[in-house]
């Protein structure tokens, strides 16, 4: 404006118009004279205006009317060149703007006419674009005049004016549009528009327009209703009006003037009522039409898409979608839809590549793709148009491949049909058949089967420069070139894959920034305030928006995507096309990873898998995932996409062949040179993107493996691959150009793992868990075969672990974990192998690796690298036990000094080998301890030597080497050493180490758990070792039981002292007592067989030959030592709090043991016995004595004495014990037991004796061969217990406790033996001799009576208990006791050798018993006890046993003895007796007394009277008779004479028994020969005159005693006349013959007892003598006439004695005896 209204111009202009009305006054001055005067009066008028006005443009403009007139009439004379000037003039006044709306109105109405006339067309058109462009004066009608004149002369019959007007028009529609821009820019800094009625529908209403905007709108409205062929409302007078040339324009606006339709309501409701439904409307031909349907189908011909107006309706589209999506969201759906369904095969081929250029316009523009996203798939019921978009790609693609151009088509249909049928991979043809030449062709192509199309360049890299889009010339539709519409689709792919990429990672990115940066911000305290935490949860939250957005960008469109290129990748010949589309896979899976996308991830992965693994390739981690996608088939619009199959053409240049990698291989297998392109994509994936591989690493890997197997690389030291030589198979086939890639794909492999030290933890778990995966597929493939195994995983993992040292403790637990569980237990060989390498050497690289801090500051990571060493253990494959080991070796001497807190776990290592894992194994473990014992005790922790322990105890438990384990017994005594000199340093590192432990505990409130967990540390550690020692005790093998057992006993003996006092509690029960019981039940379970020998040919000696007598040597030899312990140790076991209980406990285990059915552990066990109660009450003061003085006993004790040094080591310290008791003395005085504890513990010995005495003494129930009898040496021991142990008890021994002792008195002395120990037990049965059990019984009741002798009065009365004891014992020399229902033997017909059992001799033992018994009455006849139990009368009743058997007893000395016996009792007892008469004391002993006597004078057997042996010697007769006659003397001289103090039965019983001694008492068996001595004439005359001496007694004292003496008398007679008369009869009978011998004695006997009986008849006083027994005796006499007739002249001479004393009856008879009768 400035150019034209400064001075010069303006005076310049004023020239020219002077200058034109000149000019056209001229030209006018003949023809037209009004003109040429309107021309002058104009020039006037300028001046005029120029003179008098100083702003002379305006003034010009107000009258521009009049200017303007004298041109405007030089127009109308439609002469050319007057016309050109004028149009001239008049174009230079609106240059300058001095034109006015009236002038304009004319000027334009003045261009109608020439224009209605056809003349200056292109001038005309100039002239309305100066008009139009210069200045804004032009409104409203003349407006609408203006560019109507303008359409009009568009349709001209000349070209260029048609063309000038095309390009007016667009100008001028342009003009209208950039009027409203400028007006709108003005009104901006006014006021706001008042807001736009709603919903104005209608179309005229525009009054809330300005005027420029009202142009504006009319304009458009009527193009639309041109377009649609209508009648326009504000461009009156259009005549004609093309369709294309209407859309051309209505897409230039929308194209350049978006903001006019975004910012005024009324233009947008133009757009959706008007644009939109013309749009639609003339797309339906395009839609309905299908190419190749024929017309007869359908009632009304379709009408064919017409290619000038589709194109430019798609342009149309193009820009509605590009610029007003926001408006037209329903609209733009049905567009995007329509251009989905012009891709279908159906259509036009130049419809279907116009529709794909308008769909690459769209996928260049990822926000708009990503608002469709928004606006349609992410909205409930839309439809999913931007997946449809991609998904009819897809499809698209599929079909260009499966329906080709006319050529082959004879061969589509049943490709097609299989295909579609969902047969996948069924269809494949035949590459032979291919003889297409594909491998000819230089060109860059897709080839699929047997389909061929170019790739061709059709566009930069995107940008969407359309070809067909922009052929606006074009009538007819263009031909189009094979392989456009697929390079443009192809684009189309990978253009929306590089722009959504792109997109959402940008937005990632600023969204992580931002993240940061506000974390950052929040967590610095002073600057968060609400605000910014408001705005964090915002971002948030916008954060989400986005990026539910993206991910549902990436799940409509990556199925759709993921066909296409999978198809394209199986077809691409190209390297380019293919290195694209494998970007394009890459950077979509990098992408899904990002968004945590896991199923699309892995589909992309798959794909890129599948690509670089050789076709129909057996992978299953890939099939898999392809069977999961293929189930998800997508659909468009109804129509199923497939996944197709790869095809298996060889249209690519081989370069390897290999070996699957499968179980059975089925020949050789062939990567080209495409797989090796794919390869290296996989590998730049996981390079670049493995921090969001997640768990598709395993998809990566797998087929990693796979390539690197069928190339052949193998790994190397270190985990690197390099190529190496297949084991087995074909080997392997690579060409130059891949053996020159090898090393670098080797390179890259290992880089790959490599990097990992650069992915963040989670992603370097996945990788991990990848890798474990992969290893366990390779694992079951090696299952059941020895072939050569897949080592790649286990390679990778050692790889990955060795980089990530530095962060080793996030990956070890899973890395080791899956070396350990899984590969190393693998049966195949060179998989376990690899697997022991690869962690062996992780854990010596973790060790030597300088991590931060350092390991010594690190313990927790130094025990984590060490544990899977530890863990291997649990391995049972000796090859990875050797390399475990090994390592272990390895360590030791690199790192031994260094180990610190990792030692528990290298012990473990060690203790951790088992028996059965075979010798060389366990010999390397020792050597591993033997060299730690003997080089590292001093540097380990303390708090390790327990292991140790254990450890070395394992060892000695090993089954496999009798010698390892005997010198790990040799390790524990040095482990003892070495405890013993360095004990004060480890005690006080234990202390310190146990506080720390148990602040540790009270700090989580827990109890500090250790072993014998409240003794002091150093001591637990003795206890360890103890118990170890102690376990050892009880293994299987003899050998080393015993070595354990000296070794313990000798270790407690020697370094015992060193323990606190309290300690000795737990070695009692926890040690000792344990070991004691664990014996006890080996012993007792043992097994009986015999054992043949001892391996090889050592033969075992009879007393070891069975498990069991093994077992017995252990258990003695352990009682021994625990007995021994308590014995010398007593002083400080007793101060404990529970001594009692432990004592008890002893006692139960020598109970059990002296229970037990062996007799040498029996015998032993009560030595131990023995052994303890050889103890004596503690001394009071300190000075200990070495050794406990033995106690004074009578009775040998039978103890083996034993030293701690029977091992030959003598460690005694001299001043050990010493100083531990003036250690107690200065801290807390011994405790001293009192007597009544002390006695506590005597009387438990004294039960637990008797429990053993009752047990062991107890006949069995039933009998057999195996009954267990106790031996006799073991009843000895345990009867001379007894005395011991009574000194201790005695003041409580009560009569209960006499019963039982008595019981098993009785019991021991039953027992028989043996037969074939007899011969060392018995004497030969002759010699009268006790055994030594016997004399132990004896013995024992022996200190009892002497105790009882000097006792209390209360004691006393035990007296009577000795007696039963005694007298039962007697009883056995006639009755040998019965043991159970065993069946004894006599000795003499015992076979030596034979299991039987042989009875005792009793006799010298019951022979004793009585002689004791006997002395016992002498001494104590008098004591109440003895009085009132009637002692004398139990004596008397056993003495009647052997008595009454005399010569049927077992011995005969036994009744000899018996009858002394009863005849010094009877003198010391009868005074007793009598003297208790009147108490009744002793009334019951009268009459057994009687028996007594009459059993032993008139002996009876059962059935016979007992006669003496045949054998018997006269002498020895007339001894024996001469015992008789000291019996009646004894009669005669104790009792009869005191008679009133004895009950008159028995005085009865007495005479009956003399009476019958006086005559009847021959033996009926005696031969004739011997009878006169055989008679005990001497006896009877004793008895008789006894008879007879008390019969007249003068002392009678009452008449009842000489009832007595008279019925005796007469019953003597009556017996006298019996005799007699028999006599006479058999005298008479026999004639002859003599009479037998003994009735010829009888008779003589009797008649000089006759004789006697007168004599003393005459003797006694008459007044004694009753009548009638004179009656009896005169009554005689005829009887002793009649036998003068005998033969026998012994008979007539013992008659004449007889008869002679009748002479005193001859006597006539006198008064005085009448009177004495009377």
């Known amino acids: ?143 609408s005049k203006a560019i109507v004149l303008c359409f009009r002369l568009h349709f001209t019959k000349d070209n260029i004016t048609n063309n000038t007007a095309a390009a007016t028009v667009r100008q001028v529609v342009t003009v209208v549009f950039e009027r409203v821009v400028a007006e709108d820019e003005r009104c901006k800094d006014a006021i706001d528009q008042p807001a736009a009625v709603q919903g104005n529908s209608n179309r005229r209403s525009v009054s809330t327009l300005k005027p420029c905007a009202k142009d504006a709108y009319m304009l458009f409205q009527d193009l639309c209703q041109l377009v649609n062929a209508d009648a326009p409302y504000w461009l009156v007078g259009m005549t004609e009006m093309t369709r294309t040339f209407g859309l051309e324009l209505l897409e230039s606006v929308l194209n350049d003037f978006p903001q006019v339709f975004l910012q005024h309501q009324e ?50 589209v193009s820009v509605l979608i590009k610029q007003f999506y926001s408006l037209l969201v329903t609209e733009c759906e049905i567009f995007l839809s329509l251009l989905v369904k012009f891709l279908d095969a159906d259509k036009p081929q130049w419809l279907r590549a116009v529709a794909v250029e308008s769909i690459h316009r769209l996928c260049v523009q990822p926000q708009l793709l990503r608002s469709f996203c928004q606006s349609y798939d992410m909205k409930q019921h839309s439809t999913k148009v931007f997946r449809d978009i991609v998904n009819a790609l897809g499809s698209f693609i599929q079909s260009l491949f499966l329906v080709p151009s006319t050529g082959n088509t004879s061969a589509t249909p049943n490709q097609a049909g299989s295909n579609a049928s969902g047969n996948t991979g069924s269809a494949q043809t035949n590459p032979g058949v291919l003889g297409m030449g594909g491998g000819a062709t230089v060109l860059p192509a897709f080839e699929y089967r047997g389909t061929w199309i170019p790739i061709l360049n059709v566009t930069v890299q995107g940008s969407a420069k359309a070809t067909y889009l922009e052929m606006l010339d074009k009538v007819e539709p263009p031909t189009i070139p094979e392989g456009y519409a697929m390079s443009v689709a192809f684009h189309c792919l990978l253009d929306l894959v590089r722009g959504i990429t792109t997109m959402i990672e940008g937005e990632l990115g600023e969204a992580e920034t931002v993240i940061q940066t506000t974390a950052e911000a929040t967590s610095l305290p002073a600057q968060s305030s609400e605000q910014d935490l408001q705005s964090v949860s915002d971002q948030s939250e916008k954060e989400l928006v986005s990026r539910a957005v993206w991910e549902e960008m990436v799940n409509a469109c990556w199925c759709g995507l993921l066909a296409a290129l999978s198809l394209l990748l199986d077809a691409s010949t190209d390297e380019a096309a293919t290195e694209n589309i494998l970007k394009a896979e890459l950077t979509m899976a990098a992408l899904c990873g990002r968004l945590g996308l896991v199923t699309s991830r892995d589909a992309f992965i798959t794909a890129i898998c599948k690509g670089s693994l050789p076709p129909h390739y057996a992978l299953t981690v890939l099939n898999s995932t392809t069977a999961a996608l293929s189930s998800k088939s997508y659909s468009i619009q109804g129509q199923n996409v497939q996944m197709i199959s790869p095809s298996s053409e060889s249209h690519q240049q081989v370069v390897a062949v290999g070996q699957p990698l499968a179980l059975q291989p089925q020949g050789t297998v062939m990567l080209t040179s495409k797989n090796i392109q794919c390869m290296r994509t996989l590998l730049n994936l996981a390079h670049f993107h493995g921090a969001v591989l997640g768990t598709s690493w395993q998809l990566v890997l797998a087929t990693l493996q796979h390539l690197v197997w069928i190339l052949g690389l193998k790994p190397s030291v270190g985990g690197a691959l390099k190529p190496g030589r297949a084991v087995e198979g074909p080997s392997t086939v690579l060409t130059t150009a891949v053996m020159t890639d090898l090393p670098s794909i080797s390179s890259m492999i290992s880089k ?45 993992l050692l790889e990955t672990g060795l980089v990530n040292m530095r962060r080793i403790e996030i990956l070890w637990r899973p890395l080791t974990g899956h070396l350990l569980e899984k590969v190393c237990q693998h049966p195949n060989s060179r998989m376990r192998e690899w697997g022991a390498e690869a962690l062996t050497s992780l854990i010596k690289a973790g060790l030597t690796f300088r991590h931060d801090p350092p390991l010594s500051q690190n313990q927790r990571l130094q025990l984590l690298l060490l544990n899977p060493l530890k863990e291997l253990s649990n391995i049972s494959h000796p090859d990875i036990r050797i390399k475990q080991l090994e390592c272990v070796l390895q360590i030791l001497q690199s790192q031994g000094d260094s180990l610190g807190p990792g030692w528990p776990l290298v012990l473990g290592v060690m203790g951790a080998i088992q028996s059965d894992q075979g010798e060389s194994l366990i010999r390397t473990a020792f050597q591993c301890l033997q060299l730690v014992v003997t080089d590292f005790l001093p540097t380990m922790p303390c708090t390790c030597l327990q292991i140790v322990v254990e450890v070395a105890g394992s060892f000695g438990l090993h089954n496999q080497e009798l010698n390892i384990s005997l010198t790990s017994i040799g390790l524990l005594w040095n482990i003892s050493d070495y405890f013993f000199q360095r004990g004060e340093i480890i005690e006080k590192e234990l202390n310190k180490e146990e506080a720390v432990l148990q602040k540790q ?39 080393v039981r015993k070595s354990a057992g000296q070794t313990l006993f000798s270790t407690i003996g020697a370094h015992g002292t060193l323990l606190q006092h309290s300690t000795w509690h737990t070695v009692i029960w926890k040690v000792l007592f344990h070991l004691l019981d664990r014996v006890r039940e080996s012993s007792t379970t043992a097994d009986k067989e015999k054992i043949e020998s001892g391996g090889g040919n050592i033969l075992i000696h009879h007393s070891r030959d069975t498990a069991e007598k093994q077992w017995a040597e252990t258990w003695v030899l352990t009682l021994a030592g625990v007995a021994r312990i308590f014995n010398t140790r007593r002083y400080l076991l007793q101060p404990l709090g529970d001594f009692s209980q432990a004592w008890d406990v002893l006692l139960d285990h020598i109970q059990s043991a002296a229970l037990s059915k062996n007799n040498e552990v029996s015998l032993a066990a009560l030595k131990s016995f ?35 040094t029977s091992l030959g080591r003598s460690f005694m310290r001299t001043d050990s014990i010493g100083e531990r008791i003036g250690r107690y003395n200065g801290s807390e005085p011994p405790v001293i037991t009192d007597e009544i504890e002390d006695l506590n513990l005597w009387w438990a010995a004294w039960n637990s004796w008797y429990r053993i005495g009752s047990e062991s003494t107890r006949p069995p129930i039933t009998c057999d061969k195996l009954t267990f009898i106790p031996s006799q040496p073991f009843l000895t021991a345990l009867i001379q217990i007894f005395p011991a142990l009574y000194q201790h008890i005695k003041t409580g021994f009560s009569m209960d406790d006499l019963q039982k002792l008595g019981v098993i008195l009785h019991g021991a002395v039953s027992v028989p033996i043996s037969s074939d120990a007899s011969p060392f037990i018995l004497p030969s049965y002759t010699e009268a001799v006790l055994t030594s059990l016997q004399e132990a019984v004896l013995t024992a009741l022996d200190v009892l009576q002497k105790a009882i002798c000097v006792g209390s009065e209360g004691m006393q009365i035990m007296y009577p208990a000795i007696f039963d004891q005694l007298l039962a014992f007697v009883e056995f020399s006639c009755k040998p006791p019965q043991y159970g229902q065993l069946e004894t033997k006599h000795i003499a017909n015992a076979k030596y050798n034979q299991a039987e059992w042989v009875a005792l001799n009793y006799v010298p033992f019951a022979e004793r018993s009585l002689e004791v018994v006997v002395d016992l009455y002498q001494k104590t006849a008098c004591h109440k006890a003895v009085v009132t139990e009637k002692v004398l009368q139990n004596i008397i009743k056993t003495l009647r046993i052997p008595l009454s058997l005399k010569y049927s007893c077992p011995s005969e000395s036994t009744w000899k003895l018996a009858v002394s016996s009863l005849l010094k009792v009877l003198s010391i007892g009868l005074p007793v007796a009598r003297q208790h008469a009147s108490s009744g004391k002793f009334d019951s002993m009268w009459p057994e007394l009687a028996n007594t006597f009459e059993d032993f004078l008139f002996t009876k057997s059962m059935f016979i009277f007992s006669t003496p042996p045949d054998n018997l010697s006269i002498q020895e007769f007339q001894k024996n008779e001469s015992i008789d006659v000291e019996v009646v003397q004894l009669i005669s001289t104790e009792i009869l004479p005191y008679a009133n103090f004895i009950p008159k039965e028995f005085v009865g019983q007495i005479m009956t028994m003399l009476n019958k001694g006086s005559i009847h008492s021959q033996s009926s068996s005696f031969t004739e020969a011997e009878i006169d001595i055989r008679m005990r004439e001497e006896f009877s005359k004793v008895c008789f005159e006894t008879l007879l001496q008390f019969s007249f007694s003068n002392k009678v004292t009452t008449p009842q005693e000489g009832y007595i003496s008279r019925m005796a008398l007469s019953v003597l007679l009556k017996r006298s006349q019996d005799v007699l008369h028999r006599y006479i009869e058999d005298e008479r009978l026999s004639g002859k013959c003599p009479l037998p011998r003994q009735q010829v004695t009888e008779i003589i006997f009797v008649l000089k007892a006759v004789s006697t009986l007168i004599d003393s008849l005459k003797k006694t006083q008459p007044e004694n003598v009753d009548s009638s027994t004179w009656a009896q005796v005169i009554a005689l006499y005829p009887t002793l006439v009649e036998c003068i007739t005998c033969s026998s002249s012994e008979v007539c001479s013992a008659l004449k004695e007889a008869l002679v004393p009748f002479k005193d009856f001859m006597h006539p008879p006198a008064a005085k005896v009448q009177n004495g009768e009377s």
């Open 1001 to 1039: 505990a009270e700090e989580k409130g827990v109890l500090l758990n250790r072993p014998f967990h409240p003794a002091s540390p150093f001591d637990c550690l003795w206890l360890c070792l103890y118990a170890k020692l102690g376990e050892l005790c009880v293994d299987p093998r003899p050998a």
């Open 267 to 316: 233009f947008s409701f133009l757009l959706k009522e008007r644009v939109c439904p013309l749009v639609i409307k003339l797309f339906s031909p395009n839609i309905k039409f299908r190419q190749g349907s024929t017309t007869s189908s359908s009632p009304a011909p379709v009408e064919k898409p017409y290619f000038p107006i589709c194109m430019r309706l798609l342009r149309v």
């Open 1 to 143: 404006m400035a150019g034209t209204s400064s001075p010069e111009a303006v005076k310049k202009l004023l020239e020219n118009m002077q200058g034109d009305l000149r000019g056209l006054s001229l030209e006018c001055r003949k023809k037209f004279p009004p003109v040429k005067e309107a021309a002058e009066s104009g020039i006037i008028k300028v001046k005029t205006i120029a003179a008098r006005n100083t702003d002379i443009l305006a003034a010009l403009k107000e009258n521009s009317s009049e200017v303007v007139q004298p041109f405007l009439m030089g127009c109308g004379t439609k002469e050319p060149k007057i016309t050109q000037l004028c149009l001239a003039a008049i174009q230079r006044l609106m240059s300058h703007e001095v034109v006015s709306e009236a002038a304009a109105g004319n000027i334009i109405n003045m261009l109608w006419q020439l224009m209605e006339n056809s003349l200056e067309e292109l001038k005309l058109l100039q002239t309305v674009l100066v008009l139009l462009t210069t200045n804004t004066v032009v409104h409203d009608e003349a407006l």
């Open 752 to 796: 790959l793992f490599e990097n990992s030290q650069y992915l963040d933890d989670v992603s370097l778990h996945h990788l991990i868990n990848a890798l474990c995966s992969l290893s366990l597929e390779a694992m079951d493939m090696a299952y059941g075969n020895n072939k050569e195994p897949s080592l790649f995983a286990v390679a990778k």
């Open 1170 to 1204: 023995q052994e303890i109660l050889q103890i004596v009450s503690p001394v009071r003061d300190s000075e200990k004595p070495e050794t406990p003085p033995a106690i004074n006993v009578s009775v040998p004790l039978v103890v083996g004495t034993t030293t701690a």
